[in-house]
């Protein structure tokens, strides 16, 4: 099972950019999927997330304005993010409780993504 974050890039203070993570491999269900993000010299922080069953929780710093959703048929997870500010700066990183079809007993484990930069400049 792997994630694969893509969407990441340069963009001025206000614009927005769409990013996205995709589960593959052996998987037999997908539980909670997040996004974190890591700024140089801090901690990762979690951003934002949304169980199997479509409810979203926000860190404060981006209420209203990204959006997390997903695709459960393509095992997609997505992060809309519009009016961005220079300190939403970071690497994005996808993360997902998977269980998969090859370790017995099943049971949920995490998974993330290699990350995604994200810069806000102008």
């Known amino acids: 099972v792997q994630l694969v974050e893509s969407g990441g890039g340069l963009v001025q203070p206000g614009g927005s950019l769409r990013l996205s993570c995709v589960a593959s491999g052996s998987i037999f269900t997908i539980n909670a999927m997040r996004w974190y993000r890591q700024a140089p010299g801090k901690q990762r922080d979690l951003v934002t997330a949304?169980?199997?069953?479509?409810?979203?929780s926000y860190a404060d710093s981006v209420k209203g304005r990204f959006t997390i959703s997903r695709d459960n048929a393509k095992n997609t997870v997505y992060l809309q993010m519009n009016s961005l500010k220079p300190e939403d700066t970071a690497v994005y990183y996808c993360?997902?409780?998977?269980?998969?079809?090859?370790?017995?007993?099943?049971?949920?484990?995490?998974?993330w993504g290699q990350g995604t930069q994200v810069t806000v400049s102008s």
């Open positions: 993360n997902a409780e998977i269980m998969d079809r090859v370790t017995l007993p099943r049971r949920m484990k995490d998974y």
């Open positions: 949304i169980t199997s069953g479509g409810i979203t």
